[in-house]
């Protein structure tokens, strides 16, 4: 751990020096940036510290869960604690637009068109993807290249993932494999969600975090994560080995957006300008293991080429509008499982 912390503080000094000779402002020294974040370490070792150096805006981050942020804003709605809720898909900002401000930075134009921040409330900053993570001591002759492959009898009770009525991960993780498996209302799509959570057999962690670490750390063979975490443990020597399913992986934009009647406000805005700027963006696609929103971005080699990886196409109208319909339905067969 202290050496990849230690890569990181590298990592974000260089892009600190990239970034102020292309000029900054440090008269905000008085300002504190409060951030509700689920992002990873990674990301957000090589973000914050660059933010700060390059406008002088001190940031106290709080990493919590998707669903969490959510609840909290609700809970803090009349005398909001946070400026910025970083991370999250458009499921969680469209829903409850009256959380969040309405912002576009003048840099959404330069974003992928189908990426750009359309709702006014969610400006998008990196593409997460969908896909299995397994321990290469573990699994043995056990083959897994599909979401089909996780029935595998010998793999109940050694499979991790997360809740998808809290995390948002565990969320596109869910889905993903409707879609892949025929559709969101497919009967046979979900009785694909029932066998698998059988061969879960009820061990669910507690966050997205925990399944990517227990199967980095030897607890669990197989994981449901997505791509940025689990490339950053391929990249830095762990035993695991990423999976795309065959039957196909949704991308997503990771969101951003700003909390309505938040405190700093124009310190808000400057962290939407700058995740979305040009040097932000071509440093994250070549020295992390995030996938840039951003057109004409340089990409370095330790992402697999969007090209060699099959992909499929989330109708996020359908997930947004019936979402609530998508939870219940994984809870009813949850629930059906846990009784037998």
């Not at 020597?237 to 009647?261: D, M, Q």
């Amino acid at each position: 751990m202290k050496i990849k912390k230690i890569v990181f503080a590298c990592l974000s000094l260089m892009m600190v020096a990239t970034m102020t000779a292309c000029g900054g402002g440090k008269d905000n020294a008085n300002e504190t940036l409060v951030i509700y974040s689920p992002n990873s370490e990674g990301l957000v070792e090589a973000v914050i510290p660059a933010f700060e150096e390059e406008t002088g805006i001190k940031v106290e981050i709080q990493q919590v869960g998707t669903g969490e942020c959510i609840k909290k804003l609700q809970a803090e709605k009349d005398d909001p604690v946070a400026d910025i809720m970083w991370g999250g898909q458009d499921t969680h900002y469209l829903p409850n637009k009256d959380l969040f401000e309405e912002y576009v930075s003048p840099n959404d134009e330069n974003v992928i068109e189908a990426y750009q921040n359309t709702s006014k409330v969610a400006s998008a900053y990196t593409l997460d993807g969908s896909n299995l993570i397994v321990n290469k001591n573990l699994i043995g002759d056990i083959k897994i290249t599909s979401y089909e492959d996780l029935l595998n009898p010998e793999l109940k009770g050694k499979i991790a993932t997360g809740d998808p009525t809290n995390s948002s991960s565990s969320f596109a993780q869910l889905t993903n494999m409707l879609l892949a498996k025929g559709g969101y209302d497919d009967d046979a799509a979900w009785k694909y969600v029932e066998d698998l959570f059988t061969n879960i057999d009820g061990k669910i962690s507690s966050s997205s975090s925990g399944v990517y670490k227990s199967v980095a750390d030897g607890e669990m063979v197989v994981g449901l994560s997505y791509e940025d975490p689990t490339v950053t443990l391929v990249r830095d020597g762990a035993p695991v080995e990423v999976i795309y399913p065959s039957e196909g992986t949704v991308f997503l934009p990771a969101r951003s957006g700003i909390i309505k009647n938040c405190k700093n406000p124009e310190a808000a805005k400057k962290f939407i300008d700058f995740i979305q700027s040009k040097e932000c963006q071509d440093y994250l696609g070549e020295n992390t293991t995030n996938r840039p929103v951003l057109k004409d971005v340089k990409m370095g080699d330790v992402m697999k080429p969007m090209k060699d990886i099959k992909t499929i196409e989330e109708d996020s109208e359908y997930v947004i509008a019936n979402r609530e319909n998508i939870v219940e339905r994984y809870k009813d067969v949850f629930t059906k499982i846990s009784s037998k």
